[in-house]
């Protein structure tokens, strides 16, 4: 060991838990731990609660751990208060668990976009966990880096795993590793400075494909529909975060009954 690095200071890490318990719309368990909080939100009847994570320490780095949990048993919205972002690690990666249970109803789970910078590493897993009846609309979106501020990501590591399962067995699973020599492949995102995937899992949820087309429209955006046996699935690529989150919303005005999430901004 050199004298120098006996005498560096431990780097300060985050860690963070929040658990949201709903019934019948209902608040029944709020647990907050470190960094991580959670905010539920209801406007009475008729309006389904939402509910808003949030990371206070701003970012990820390596060495954070995060973990945001919800179990509901009707129709909710949960959401981000803002972008994830995951910064340069200069060692080890960031953790983040999102643990969602739908009893009933349908979860539309739509977090706000994950921004990775350079040198970043973040590994992420979320798992939608339906009972049988139940369904979800999911949301992941990425973007890399901040075009306005000319940043360019060249080197990071993203590990992400989306699981949903009905009543135990797998519906949908979408594992996905990102490194610095797949941003150029043509097989991957060939250049891409953003995409997203969205799963709408529920009976009849086929049925969508032709309203999910009918807005694959937005200039600067790439995206495809496909549904079978209860699934619809949505991906999206472009060139710039701004186009790709106007394609987002589109999207979703166009398969929910809804409003946007309120801490949205478009």
């Known amino acids: 060991m050199t004298l120098h690095s006996a005498l560096a200071p431990a780097l300060q890490r985050t860690h963070g838990t929040a658990e ?5 719309g209902r608040v029944r368990r709020l647990l907050q731990r470190g960094s991580a909080k959670a905010i539920a939100l209801h406007e009475g009847p008729g309006t389904p609660p939402e509910v808003v994570f ?5 970012g990820l780095t390596g060495g954070d751990r995060m973990a945001y949990a919800l179990r509901t048993d009707a ?11 995951a910064y340069r690690a200069p060692e080890g990666q960031a953790r983040m668990d999102v643990a969602l249970t739908v009893t009933g109803g349908r979860l539309d789970w739509l977090p706000q976009e994950t921004i990775l910078f ?6 992420r897993r979320t798992r939608i966990a339906l009972a049988p009846g139940a369904g ?4 992941e979106a990425v973007v890399l880096g901040r075009a306005a501020m000319g940043e360019t990501v060249r080197s990071l590591c993203f590990e992400d795993r989306r699981e949903i399962l009905r009543a135990g067995a ?10 610095g020599d797949a941003l150029s492949h043509p097989a991957l995102i060939a250049g891409a400075r953003a995409f997203a995937s969205l799963a ?7 049925d969508a494909v032709a309203r999910a087309r009918a807005v694959l429209d937005e200039p600067g955006v790439g995206g495809a529909a496909s549904g079978f046996d209860g699934k619809l699935t949505v991906r999206l690529m472009a060139g710039d975060g ?6 987002i919303a589109r999207l979703l005005a166009a398969l929910r009954n809804r409003p946007l999430p309120r801490v949205w901004q478009i």
């Open 242 to 247: 701004w186009p790709l989150r106007r394609q």
């Open 200 to 206: 709408l899992v529920m009976q009849g949820a086929e």
């Open 20 to 24: 949201v318990v709903l019934a019948a």
């Open 170 to 179: 797998p519906v949908l699973l979408e594992p996905l590793r990102l490194t």
């Open 136 to 139: 979800c609309l999911s949301l």
């Open 75 to 85: 129709d909710t919205v949960a959401t981000t208060q803002t972008a994830e972002r």
């Open 118 to 123: 350079d040198q970043s590493a973040l590994s």
């Open 54 to 58: 949030l990371n206070t320490a701003g």
